[in-house]
């Protein structure tokens, strides 16, 4: 008797790199496939981080539509892209991190050959991101901003009165106002629903959503928008 082996599962929380040698996996015709195809051309890019851009950028453009993107501790950019690419109405973008990865010119490049109109509309900012001027008709965007770098993202769209998009990671409880609820809920709980809480308190609508946890067990989304003044 002889036993067939499994192959082995296609885990899109991996951090392998994608390669040309994973392009036969994105063979269809949607866009996720074109963005993940031109992915695998760059062959820069951890496989997580195409399904984390990509998962959050859906959500937020059902929620919002239109702005200049700005992606705060963007690194490589890709969230930043997809978002234009889901939305022509947005002019540009301005990707923003005190480290931009050398691969992140080849990741452009790879994206602007499959979609030309990227051209130009997409530039990367070596600074903090208390430097960037944001504006009232601006998204602000953050894939996995690690710990207190998430506050920092919503402190600088809640001071320009702008849209915003996070989805969290490496939550430093103990640096967190929602220390005192940490016994009724999980501690990263906990300092999300806090930070909901507050966003809500800065005179902002709020949506909570999560990505699927197969991509990666910090999977909550949280999204705001400026009430009107009355």
Not at 186 to 203: F, I, K, V
Request: hydrophobic share 45%; with cysteine; glycine share 8%.
């Amino acid at each position: 008797m002889t036993w067939a082996l499994a192959p082995p599962r296609f885990s899109r929380a991996s951090t392998n790199r994608l390669t040309a040698h994973d392009l036969g996996r994105f063979a269809g015709g949607s866009l996720f496939d074109a963005i993940a195809r031109a992915v695998c051309a760059a062959g820069c890019l951890p496989r997580k981080e195409l399904y984390e851009a990509w998962e959050l950028a859906r959500r937020v453009r059902r929620r919002f539509r239109g702005g200049r993107i700005v992606d705060l501790a963007g690194g490589h950019g890709l969230l930043a892209q997809v978002l234009l690419l889901l939305d022509d109405s947005s002019p540009s973008a301005l990707v923003v991190d005190t480290a931009i990865p050398t691969s992140a010119a080849a990741l452009h490049e790879a994206l602007a050959a499959a979609w030309p109109r990227l051209r130009g509309r997409v530039e990367f900012v070596l600074a903090d991101i208390e430097r960037v001027t944001i504006g009232a008709g601006d998204l602000v965007v953050s894939c996995h901003a690690c710990g207190a770098l998430t506050d920092r993202v919503l402190g600088q769209a809640v001071r320009g009165r702008a849209r915003v998009a996070v989805l969290p990671c490496c939550h430093d409880v103990r640096a967190s106002s929602a220390a005192a609820c940490s016994g009724w809920l999980d501690p990263a709980l906990a300092t999300d629903a806090a930070r909901a809480h507050r966003l809500e308190a800065q005179g902002y609508h709020v949506w909570t959503q999560t990505i699927p946890v197969e991509i990666t067990p910090k999977n909550r989304v949280l999204l705001g928008a400026p009430r009107p003044a009355h």
